[in-house]
């Protein structure tokens, strides 16, 4: 199984970003995706997360309203788009996927089996 995400970089404070991750090895539309986040000097924090038929999706409070997760199975694509970046933002994002059946969405990191590389997001003032 691979995940490997892309679309990081760095962006001034208000600016918006997209992450794209492809997977292969595994049969998509049958895994959970999300995102998860990690900070220098800090754990590993959950960011976003969509069911395997992109019906359910669960976010940080710190992202709400300001980030979208979303799905294209055709494409064995996961994408997170982020708006209205903060300083805060800036971390390595990580995209993960786990077997789920319909309509769960995975909302701890620890609950994640695969994970791709991660990209990292500078947000700059």
């Known amino acids: 199984v691979q995940l490997q995400a892309c679309g990081g970089g760095l962006v001034q404070a208000g600016g918006s970003l997209r992450l794209s991750c492809v997977a292969s090895?595994?049969?998509?539309?049958?895994?959970?995706t999300g995102w998860v986040r990690q900070a220098p000097g800090k754990d590993r924090e959950f960011v976003a997360g969509?069911?395997?038929?992109?019906?359910?999706?669960s976010y940080a409070d710190s992202v709400q309203g300001r980030f979208t997760i979303s799905r294209d199975n055709a494409k064995n694509t996961v994408y997170l788009q982020m708006n209205s970046l903060k300083l805060e933002d800036t971390a390595v994002y990580y995209c993960?996927?786990?077997?789920?059946?319909?309509?769960?969405?995975?909302?701890?990191?620890?609950?994640?089996?695969?994970w791709g590389q991660g990209t990292l997001v500078t947000v700059s003032s």
């Open positions: 993960a996927a786990d077997h789920r059946i319909v309509g769960v969405v995975v909302v701890s990191d620890r609950d994640y089996d695969y």
């Open positions: 969509i069911s395997r038929s992109g019906g359910a999706t």
């Open positions: 090895g595994l049969t998509f539309r049958d895994y959970a």
